[in-house]
């Protein structure tokens, strides 16, 4: 079965820092573009970035809200993604998606089930 | 950016209804529109992309219509499986940021 799992959510304090991280599996995550995408509790969602595939050198991009802040690597052995984010404040509060594009396109096929994280002092 | 306005935000039916939402782009995105379906404490699923295509496995009351600014998610007969929130988003040029509309939520009537 394709899927995408989110791990590593959780309570951190404004200026913190987290790790979240996304297991693919039933395909190789290196063919395929991933995304991050968030939803804060009770509103819309949000793309925060990208990482292109592994013939596209896994170049990354981020929306303005998270630019200089969140990072993206990838992990072949692990046919995983992480999503670093550094600066964390009260805004950044959401579920995270991790997602894949179905053809390096922008449309996202597959989603995980999301992670919380909560930025509060 | 390119922004995406949904109208209605929120609309009441009943089973056996026929449903239109309609997306906005502020400026021309050609096709280059997708619709997701998201169930509450669950993550988005996708229906439609560009404009019109049907994801594989979706039924096929859903449809979907429009190009250039101008977008509609049409369902031709409502069924509780159906109420949900739904987004459109567009994906101009292949290139981000990627933007979603704020969403429609469909209720019971």
């Known amino acids: 079965e394709v899927q995408l799992v989110e791990s590593g959510g959780g309570l951190v304090q404004p200026g913190g820092s987290l790790r979240l991280s996304c297991a693919a599996s039933?395909?190789?995550?290196?063919?395929?573009?991933l995304d991050w995408v968030r939803q804060a509790p009770g509103k819309g969602l949000e793309w925060i970035g990208r990482?292109?595939?592994?013939?596209?050198?896994?170049?990354?991009q981020f929306g303005a809200s998270v630019t200089g802040r969140f990072t993206i690597s990838r992990d072949d052995s692990k046919n995983s993604l992480s999503l670093q984010m550094n600066s964390l404040q009260t805004e950044d509060t959401a579920v995270y998606y991790c997602?894949?594009?179905?053809?390096?396109?922008?449309?996202?096929?597959?989603w995980g089930q999301g992670t919380m994280v909560t930025v509060s002092s | 950016d390119i922004r995406m306005t949904q109208s209605p935000s929120a609309l009441s039916a009943s089973v056996g209804d026929r449903v239109n939402i309609t997306c906005r782009a502020s400026?021309?995105?050609?096709?280059?529109l997708a619709w997701y379906q998201q169930k509450p404490g669950k993550a988005p699923k996708l229906l439609i992309y560009?404009?019109?295509n049907l994801q594989r496995g979706v039924p096929s009351r859903f449809s979907g219509s429009g190009s250039g600014t101008e977008f509609t998610l049409s369902i031709s007969s409502l069924q509780p499986d159906d109420f949900a929130t739904y987004y459109c988003?567009?994906?101009?040029?292949?290139?981000?940021?990627?933007?979603f509309g704020q969403g429609t939520k469909v209720e019971i009537k």
């Open positions: 997602t894949r594009e179905a053809a390096g396109d922008g449309v996202f096929d597959i």
């Open positions: 039933g395909f190789d995550s290196s063919d395929y573009y």
């Open positions: 990482s292109r595939n592994k013939a596209n050198s896994y170049i990354t």
């Open positions: 400026q021309i995105i050609s096709s280059w």
């Open positions: 560009k404009a019109s």
């Open positions: 988003q567009q994906y101009n040029a292949y290139s981000p940021p990627w933007t």
